[in-house]
């Protein structure tokens, strides 16, 4: 259970398009999806927090009409990189949180690697 | 904001030799998670501690939280060569579901 993907896993595309990326809770509904990005070799950074009906809530230094966010049901949240430029090339991982009893796992998607040419 | 301080950075040991690696931090969180992330991959679950001082295992990988809510472990024991990967600490704080992550142990094992 708690299985989360990412669809493209990986996208190629040149600067100043837009690039959107899914992200599925397959076997629970999740209110709450995050997302991340990771440079190489580095930890996770936290974009922002989706919330299923509202507006996303963004990391301080974070555009949000630059990354924009949509968390449109229960099981699917989109990354739209706006105007993409050579400095957004990145791994983006998204999670979720099945949000049912105490816990606050996050179980994560298998990443999208985004290079802009 | 919070930050967890995450040792050691990286680490080479031999197969069948037993691996600890550790976090900590200057505030409390309410839950520790450890994850492991392969190359190209998204980080996996391994373990989630939710009370101080409670020890946890799952298979060869043993974890606790800190008495004092601060630090974590994780133990590996008997160490193969799919351990191979980077080990991050997660901690959540308060009522937020954020998750402040650690940087990341990278794990060798040699044959």
């Known amino acids: 259970g708690a299985v989360v993907s990412q669809h493209p896993s990986w996208v190629i595309c040149k600067s100043g398009t837009s690039v959107k990326i899914e992200c599925r809770s397959l076997?629970?509904?999740?209110?709450?999806m995050f997302w991340y990005r990771q440079f190489p070799k580095q930890s996770l950074m936290l974009m922002a927090t989706?919330?299923?009906?509202?507006?996303?809530?963004?990391e301080q230094g974070v555009e949000k009409d630059k990354f924009l966010i949509n968390h449109a049901s229960l099981t699917l949240s989109t990354l739209t990189v706006t105007s993409a430029h050579p400095e957004d090339s990145s791994f983006y991982i998204c999670?979720?949180?099945?949000?049912?009893?105490?816990?606050?796992?996050?179980?994560f998607g298998p990443g999208t690697r985004l290079t802009v040419t | 904001g919070q930050q967890l301080n995450q040792s050691p950075q990286s680490m080479f040991i031999q197969e069948g030799e037993d691996v600890s690696m550790n976090c900590t931090s200057s505030?409390?969180?309410?839950?520790w998670l450890w994850y492991k992330q392969d190359p190209g991959e998204g980080p996996v679950l391994l373990i989630a501690?939710?009370?101080?001082?409670e020890l946890t295992s799952n298979g060869r990988l043993t974890a606790q939280f800190g008495i004092t809510r601060k630090d974590s472990f994780l133990n590996i024991s008997a160490s193969i060569p799919s351990d191979v990967g980077i080990y991050f600490c997660?901690?959540?704080?308060?009522?937020?579901?954020?998750?402040?992550f650690g940087s990341g142990t990278q794990l060798t094992v040699l044959p």
């Open positions: 999670s979720a949180n099945p949000g049912t009893g105490p816990t606050y796992e996050q179980y």
């Open positions: 997660a901690g959540l704080g308060g009522s937020a579901r954020q998750l402040t």
């Open positions: 989706s919330n299923e009906g509202s507006k996303a809530t963004y």
């Open positions: 076997d629970f509904q999740a209110t709450t």
């Open positions: 501690l939710y009370k101080a001082g």
């Open positions: 505030s409390i969180f309410n839950t």
